[in-house]
Nanobody
């Protein structure tokens, strides 16, 4: 089994910063893309940022210049540094990863974390 565990969410004032972390554990042979998604109340889940094993990144337009995604391949972790937070960033943030669970498995499986709440409010 594979588990993704997020941490680092919380309540922050507008303009503040938070750093989210996600650790993948369990049966892991190799991890491809890792990313962060978010879902606000009444809205669909949306991609925030994604990072490939070689460090290439892609961001939603709404967070470009404010958020930075990074990963530690040795520790199977992905991070999201969030700066200049706005009220509209309030959402449940989910970690996501494409993981190959064993050397004999040719396909990557997609896994989700349970989510960590980020609330931006004064």
């Amino acid at each position: 089994q594979v588990q993704l565990a997020e941490s680092g969410g919380g309540l922050v004032q507008p303009g503040g910063s938070l750093r989210l972390s996600c650790a993948a554990s369990g049966s892991i042979f190799n991890i491809n893309a890792m990313g962060w998604y978010r879902q606000a109340p009444g809205k669909e889940r949306e991609l925030v940022a994604i990072v490939t094993p070689d460090g290439s990144t892609n961001y939603a337009d709404s967070v470009k210049g404010r958020f930075a995604i990074s990963r530690d391949n040795a520790k199977n972790m992905v991070f999201l540094q969030m700066n200049s937070l706005k009220a509209e960033d309030t959402a449940l943030y989910y970690c996501n990863a494409d993981i190959r669970i064993a050397w004999y498995e040719s396909n990557y499986r997609n896994f989700w974390g349970q989510g960590t709440q980020v609330t931006v409010s004064s």
